[in-house]
């Protein structure tokens, strides 16, 4: 089954939002076996709006539209939709009475007509329960294509696909399965790892298909299986997985697109009742921010200091001014004596560093642009690493990010 999610609104054409919703509906599908075949955003132009509803028709099993479902004159989707269905609004009691009740109870205020007119859909359509706002979703059908229409409001819309949308397709339509397994892999490059596993994935069953995600200093490599028989392929990408694993099992840190690094590093840190801290400098605070955006790091994060200008590396860290000095900023010796220096503050068992020149100026250094150095203070002592990560600036931030966690999950592994 094929879908095509359709995105209205100029504000999305003109970059002043990001369109996050599209991403949302497609995981959701893909998750019941329902492939989605495009996503296209349109303006809020009626015709515009017609013409793609015509251009989809029997082409694709559903259309799923967010967006033009708001109170005020700019929003035209129901308008459109009685034109395309040759339909007229009519008063939803029920949702009427959810409108009001919402208005009085969390505005605190007499609803307006206005809010009372969210009420007003289609005579037609099925309407799609929003109890978390107020403009219901709709569900039309003409010839072989089911329209859906659903807020843009990005809470509204998970609601109605969780508890509406999702649950009448897998009650209404038989559907194939849709697996995947995603494979992260840290420190090689996508070609790199292509060449490594060249064989592997010439001998692919057709069902299965292969791709690359790329992304500095990481690659995902997600397996997609499609069939009717949900058992055949479990087992087969279970298989390839296992054998893949024989092949490039030094770069695999976890599995499955909420199995990344650190989370993997979280899980090692706790299970050895090890801590960690940060100090950074060239990358910002991103190391920082990627280990506390897994749940339960405060159970080993202790902390981090952002020491962007080189006194207060001095200050904070107690960098010796006489090394920077005389061996410049960026350099593995001042990388050093941060991880330390952070190690000591915070009272961690590892500690992270980095120094460095992301770009575009050089700054307080000279060493070349691109360049950074990473320490990793460890229970048993401290290494340091330098490498060039090039340009632009957000791929040497990114790089280095990846690298250090790199570096740490093989010292930690060491004690595993």
Same mark, same amino acid.
């Given at each position: 089954?094929?879908?095509?999610?359709?995105?209205?609104?100029?504000?999305?054409?003109?970059?002043?939002?990001?369109?996050?919703?599209?991403?949302?509906?497609?995981?959701?599908?893909?998750?019941?076996?329902?492939?989605?075949?495009?996503?296209?955003?349109?303006?809020?132009?009626?015709?515009?709006?017609?013409?793609?509803?015509?251009?989809?028709?029997?082409?694709?099993?559903?259309?799923?539209?967010?967006?033009?479902?708001?109170?005020?004159?700019?929003?035209?989707?129901?308008?459109?939709?009685?034109?395309?269905?040759?339909? %007229?609004?009519?008063? @939803?009691?029920?949702?009427? %009475?959810?409108?009001? !009740?919402?208005?009085?109870?969390?505005?605190?205020?007499?609803?307006?007509?206005?809010?009372?007119?969210?009420?007003?859909?289609?005579?037609?359509?099925?309407?799609?329960? @929003?109890?978390?706002? %107020?403009?219901?979703?709709?569900?039309?059908?003409?010839? @072989?294509?089911?329209?859906?229409?659903?807020?843009?409001?990005?809470?509204?819309?998970?609601?109605?696909?969780?508890?509406?949308?999702?649950?009448?397709?897998?009650?209404?339509?038989?559907?194939?399965?849709?697996?995947?397994?995603?494979?992260?892999?840290?420190?090689?490059?996508?070609?790199?790892?292509?060449?490594?596993?060249?064989?592997?994935?010439?001998?692919? *069953?057709?069902?299965?298909?292969?791709?690359?995600? *790329?992304? *500095?200093?990481?690659?995902?490599?997600?397996?997609?299986?499609?069939?009717?028989?949900?058992?055949?392929?479990?087992?087969?990408?279970?298989?390839?997985?296992?054998?893949?694993?024989?092949?490039?099992?030094?770069?695999?840190?976890?599995?499955?697109?909420?199995?990344?690094? !650190?989370?993997?590093?979280?899980?090692?840190?706790?299970?050895?009742?090890?801590?960690?801290?940060?100090?950074?400098?060239?990358?910002?605070?991103?190391?920082?921010?990627?280990?506390?955006?897994?749940?339960?790091?405060?159970?080993?994060?202790?902390?981090?200091?952002?020491?962007?200008?080189?006194?207060?590396?001095?200050?904070?860290?107690?960098?010796?001014?006489?090394?920077? !000095? !005389?061996?410049?900023?960026?350099?593995?010796?001042?990388?050093?004596?941060?991880?330390?220096?952070?190690?000591?503050?915070?009272?961690?068992?590892?500690?992270?560093?980095?120094?460095?020149?992301?770009?575009?100026?050089?700054?307080?250094?000279?060493? %070349?642009?691109?360049?950074?150095?990473?320490?990793?203070?460890? *229970?048993?002592?401290?290494?340091?690493?330098?490498?060039?990560?090039?340009?632009?600036?957000?791929?040497?931030?990114?790089?280095?990010? @990846?690298?250090?966690?790199?570096?740490?999950?093989?010292?930690?592994?060491?004690?595993?």
């Amino acid at each position: 089954m094929k879908a095509t999610i359709v995105t209205i609104g100029d504000e999305i054409l003109i970059g002043q939002i990001i369109d996050t919703n599209s991403g949302f509906i497609a995981k959701a599908l893909d998750r019941i076996g329902v492939q989605t075949h495009e996503l296209l955003s349109i303006s809020d132009n009626k015709q515009h709006i017609l013409d793609t509803f015509a251009s989809l028709q029997n082409k694709v099993d559903f259309v799923i539209i967010t967006g033009g479902l708001g109170p005020t004159k700019d929003d035209i989707t129901k308008h459109t939709f009685c034109e395309y269905f040759n339909d %007229t609004l009519v008063i @939803n009691k029920e949702v009427e %009475t959810h409108v009001i !009740e919402l208005i009085e109870s969390v505005m605190k205020r007499p609803a307006s007509q206005m809010n009372k007119d969210q009420a007003l859909v289609p005579s037609k359509c099925q309407v799609l329960f @929003n109890k978390v706002g %107020t403009a219901p979703g709709m569900w039309m059908k003409k010839e @072989n294509t089911v329209y859906i229409s659903l807020p843009g409001v990005p809470y509204e819309m998970k609601y109605i696909v969780e508890n509406e949308i999702i649950p009448k397709i897998v009650n209404e339509y038989k559907r194939p399965y849709i697996l995947h397994k995603t494979i992260m892999t840290y420190g090689q490059g996508e070609s790199l790892v292509a060449e490594r596993i060249e064989d592997w994935e010439n001998r692919l *069953p057709e069902f299965i298909k292969l791709a690359y995600l *790329p992304a *500095p200093g990481r690659v995902r490599l997600r397996l997609t299986g499609r069939g009717t028989n949900k058992q055949i392929l479990e087992n087969t990408i279970n298989e390839k997985v296992h054998s893949l694993a024989k092949i490039i099992g030094d770069i695999i840190v976890g599995f499955d697109e909420d199995e990344t690094i !650190e989370v993997v590093l979280g899980r090692l840190l706790t299970q050895q009742g090890k801590t960690i801290s940060t100090a950074e400098s060239c990358s910002g605070g991103k190391i920082a921010q990627e280990l506390t955006s897994v749940a339960g790091a405060s159970n080993y994060f202790r902390g981090g200091v952002v020491t962007y200008a080189t006194d207060t590396k001095v200050s904070i860290l107690g960098v010796s001014q006489k090394t920077i !000095e !005389e061996f410049s900023v960026v350099s593995a010796e001042v990388a050093t004596q941060m991880a330390l220096g952070v190690q000591n503050l915070m009272k961690s068992d590892y500690a992270i560093a980095t120094t460095g020149n992301a770009g575009p100026s050089k700054g307080d250094a000279d060493a %070349t642009i691109g360049t950074v150095f990473i320490a990793l203070a460890t *229970p048993n002592g401290i290494l340091v690493e330098e490498f060039n990560f090039g340009q632009p600036r957000e791929k040497v931030i990114d790089r280095t990010v @990846n690298k250090a966690f790199e570096l740490l999950q093989k010292e930690i592994l060491k004690n595993v």
